[in-house]
């Protein structure tokens, strides 16, 4: 290849005299050329004329092309030492400026979005989506939750500086996936310099298009493999901010997420809950244990910044006030168990103890239930809450938004709704998928901003792992 080759490769493909753009390239992938990269450069250059202007990415080792330009000696470089670029043109030195200085390495006034906003053009030469920088721009305006902020020192014409930005990139993303979008999008033309697979874009259309994309699905461009680490953790931090934007507190029961305690708080992470409730450990009923076990375990929750939501008793305890002082014992202050005519006893001694109490529904119907917490209201406020278990009122045969729900007037009672479901026969379902009405519980509690828990309960564990189970529960 000779540069005249290449500047009739750059024409075909719509790049003309005027234009700005950002090159991602492979000098390798082209083939030979005559006079290397310096031939590249200048096709470029020649191509846009001297009111266009030519930017590369400079911020690492990013191939022969972009350190020959760096090195020209009319290359003009930007200030920040995370996404530095290096230009040569007309607007190279507006390009560059004052980049250290925007809030994100690759949003606001940086180098990629005024090249958009000049109407500029994205150009890959032998090289695919992954290496296009400008997909960081996209996600630093969406702000997405899996972005983190960075530091670093910067050594600028008035001085050093110690800056932070915000909505950085971390490590794996799904670029290459996004490639077809682009084409069946009109957003990208395709053509071929020398052997070079040849990509040019409108900035600003690729921006817009992919920022409408990532606003509807903020995880457009993670892959998804369940064995990347790195797109399972951010997928997990879009999961986490989700949530965070509702009134609940969602919990995962310890059974559901494993059996040993650095197991769960792994699969919570992976899932993006912060709330475990306390059902099994060590594949025992967890208030079984060893007092010491448990304390244990709730220091190492606490630790990784997992909040235990509760311990749940699978039956009425024969002694009380055994379980009261493990409470006190390890720390926790909510209790949960099974509802029953001794209520009144039970919830006495919790709030001497200062331990909130909730009852769930267990084998009794939902007049039974609804009369019971009706005798345990003093004035306005109830002596204990009421965790329903939709899927077991199912289990008796009762409807349990049409019945249960709106006949018990359970609303004031409720502090907790079990995500769980389970068909009249008695078989437990995938939430969703039963006859335990848990989309309409989950929506009506939603509508009066309900502030308590909603727990996948351990009748889960079969239906799949922490993280599945929080997805089904955010599709819901």
């Known amino acids: 290849m000779n540069k005249n080759e290449i500047k009739n490769g750059l024409r075909d493909i719509g790049l003309k005299r005027g234009d700005i753009v950002i090159l991602h390239s492979s000098l390798s992938s082209i083939g030979h050329v005559k006079g290397g990269a310096d031939t590249v450069i200048n096709a470029f250059l020649e191509t846009i004329g001297e009111a266009g202007t030519l930017v590369v990415p400079v911020f690492d080792k990013l191939g022969i092309i972009t350190e020959t330009l760096k090195q020209r000696p009319n290359a003009i470089v930007s200030d920040c030492p995370l996404g530095t670029v290096a230009a040569i043109g007309a607007d190279a030195e507006f390009i560059c400026r004052d980049h250290w200085r925007a809030a994100t390495v690759h949003g606001h006034g940086t180098p990629y979005l005024k090249i958009a906003e000049l109407g500029g053009y994205v150009c890959l030469l032998g090289v695919d989506q992954d290496r296009n920088t400008t997909m960081h721009t996209v996600e630093a305006l969406l702000e ?46 395709v053509g071929k310099i020398g052997n ?93 244990l060893d007092s010491a076990i448990l304390k244990t375990a709730a220091a190492e929750f606490k630790a990784n910044h997992i909040n235990v939501s509760g311990l749940r008793l699978p039956a009425i305890p024969t002694d009380f006030p055994t379980i009261i002082a493990l409470l006190k014992t390890i720390n926790i202050s909510r209790l949960l168990m099974p509802l029953s005519s001794d209520a009144a006893i ?90 335990a009405e848990i989309r309409e519980l989950v929506s009506i509690l939603r509508c009066a901003s309900f502030s308590g828990y909603m727990t996948i309960s351990g009748i889960n564990r079969s239906f799949g792992s922490a993280r599945e189970l929080a997805e089904q529960f955010l599709s819901l």
């Open 144 to 189: 997405l939750p899996y972005l983190n902020d960075i530091s670093a020192k910067v050594d600028t014409s008035d001085g050093k500086h110690e800056a932070t930005w915000k909505y950085y990139p971390g490590p794996h993303r799904d670029f290459i996936g996004l490639d077809r979008k682009l084409l069946d999008g009109g957003i990208m033309r």
């Open 196 to 288: 070079a697979v040849t990509r040019l874009m409108k900035s600003r259309e690729l921006i817009e298009f992919l920022t409408k994309i990532g606003t509807e699905n903020p995880a457009f461009c993670l892959c998804d493999n369940p064995n990347c680490a790195d797109c399972v953790k951010q997928r997990a931090a879009l999961r986490r901010a989700e949530l965070a934007r509702e009134p609940f507190k969602f919990a995962v029961a310890s059974s559901v997420a494993g059996h040993y305690v650095p197991e769960i708080i792994d699969n919570l992470k992976t899932a993006g809950v912060d709330y475990v409730e306390l059902d099994m450990l060590r594949g025992h009923p967890a208030h079984t």
């Open 346 to 435: 039970f919830a006495k001694q919790a709030v001497a103890a200062s331990i909130e109490l909730v009852f769930y529904n267990l084998g009794v119907t939902g007049n039974y239930a609804s009369r019971i917490m009706n005798q345990l209201a003093v004035g306005k406020e109830s002596a204990a809450g009421f965790a329903f278990s939709p899927a077991n009122f199912a289990r008796i045969g009762e409807k349990p938004f049409l019945e249960s729900f709106q006949q018990g007037k359970f609303r004031k009672y409720i502090t907790q709704l079990d995500i769980e479901d389970a068909l009249f026969d008695g078989s437990s379902a995938l939430p969703g998928n039963g006859n």
